[in-house]
């Protein structure tokens, strides 16, 4: 009998707490185990110093998978989340369809942030819409150890050098390590496949879209740096057979942590991980631009993801102070130490403890500064769908690299008639 009022006393108590009507508000974010950890954190701070509870939403890592759950909750007017992280890849789309409150009213100071980024991403039709939480770029990732071990003194600065390292450091490490490969990126059908193909066809001298906005999807740099792709895989089999079928972010960094592997593509995030405490390869990794063909420039694919307010939230004062909060000086400094992304605001550059702590970071800038952003149209989505889908047929061997460009080229063009069409 007592115990039975106890826990009635107890009910009670715990549905008045909940049913408080305390606001709360939530935060959607994703990525790797360490990042999420991180918000963690973060959210407990700002909740510890403002008073203001809030609650994480936790994403996978895979940006299209991300991207499908915030439109989902966008498209049904939903008040949560309030604040979310989205990608320089769909952030216009999301402006656009109207999804993202202007933060023009709140007097936020945008001089410390990269400008271009700002221009580039964060406005849409004269309003701020998000700030810059960090920038990503391609990297190649490569292991000094064994470069030097097999008597190279720098790393690959044509697409031909990787491959003959690739090739010979693999022959060498497969006579212990059944395992080994020597190049690994990501190739599975989605979002990174096509940050990882614009890199190299830029690298060739081709592109996706001119400055005009023509599709130049189906041009001869292009296939020549396809049909490289291609060859990786299954000509030279320095890639593993898998690259096309599971190859994200995620699995590329296992793979290359797990120290069976000389040479990897992946943005900054990989490094703090490839460097903590437990990793297999701490201090043997090191970082440089990625290839290119020769006689033309290296690229790295803009990415880089941006904090946003709903449009629908019901607590904007206080979304707006958590925004300014996760892009501070000070948090994204912290950031930029714990995880090792390259922070959007310009003035962390110059810190002194970044300098030291972080100068592959401070180093690279100029790989940051010239990224070759994806098209800056509201229907790159498509485009990428489209893209993806051909250049991973084409990875697969389901079809010729010319004929997955031509594919894809009829498509694209079909695209923007019709968006053309429509204005
Ligand atoms: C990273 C980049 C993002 C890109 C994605 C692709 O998260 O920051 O811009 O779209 O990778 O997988």
Redo the contacts with the bound molecule.
């Keep these: 009998m007592k115990l039975s009022a106890l826990f009635l006393s107890l009910l009670i108590s715990l549905t008045s707490l909940h049913c408080s009507g305390d606001p709360v508000l939530t935060f959607m974010a994703g990525g790797a185990p360490n990042e999420i950890a991180y918000w963690e954190s973060v959210v407990e701070t700002f909740e510890e110093e403002t008073g203001i509870a809030v609650r994480l939403i936790r994403q996978t890592t895979?940006?299209d998978q991300r991207k499908q759950s915030i439109i989902l909750a966008l498209r049904g007017r939903r008040s949560d989340p309030d604040v979310m992280l989205v990608?320089?890849?769909w952030i216009g789309q999301l402006a656009a369809s109207g999804w993202l409150m202007p933060l023009n009213d709140y007097n936020i100071d945008t001089q410390p942030f990269f400008s271009p980024v700002i221009s580039l991403a964060n406005t849409y039709e004269e309003s701020l819409i998000g700030l810059p939480l960090y920038v990503?770029g391609g990297l190649l990732y490569y292991r000094k150890d064994l470069l030097e071990k097999y008597g190279y003194d720098s790393p690959p600065q044509t697409w031909e050098q990787l491959l003959e390292m690739a090739k010979t450091v693999q022959n060498g490490e497969r006579e212990h390590n059944s395992d080994f490969w020597g190049y690994v990126w990501?190739g599975a059908q989605?979002?990174?496949l096509i940050?990882n193909a614009l890199e190299t066809f830029v690298s060739a001298g081709g592109g996706i879209l001119d400055s005009h906005g023509n599709s130049i999807t189906s041009t001869e740099e292009n296939v020549k740096a396809l049909e490289f792709m291609i060859s990786l895989i299954h000509e030279h089999a320095v890639s593993p057979p898998n690259t096309f079928t599971d190859m994200?972010?995620e699995e590329v960094r296992m793979t290359f942590q797990a120290g069976n592997t000389l040479f990897q593509r992946n943005?900054p995030y990989a490094w703090g991980l490839h460097n903590a405490k437990d990793s297999e390869i701490k201090g043997k990794v090191a970082i440089a631009p990625l290839p290119s063909f020769p006689e033309h420039q290296s690229a790295a694919t803009l990415?880089?993801?941006h904090a946003v307010v709903s449009a629908y939230s019901d607590m904007p004062e206080e979304a707006v102070q958590f925004l300014q909060y996760i892009t501070s000086y000070d948090v994204q400094k912290d950031m930029t130490l714990n995880l090792g992304w390259n922070p959007g605001r310009s003035d962390l550059y110059e810190n002194e403890t970044i300098q030291s702590s972080a100068p592959h970071l401070v180093e690279l800038k100029p790989v940051f500064e010239g990224a070759v952003p994806r098209p800056v149209v509201p229907y790159y989505s498509e485009i990428s769908q489209i893209l993806q889908k051909q250049i991973n047929a084409a990875l697969a061997g389901q079809v010729s690299a010319a004929q997955a460009l031509e594919n894809a080229d009829k498509g694209i063009v079909n695209l923007i008639t019709t968006h053309e069409n429509a204005q």
């Design positions: 895979d940006t990608d320089v890849a990503d990501q989605y979002e990174g940050c994200k972010e943005w990415g880089g993801w």
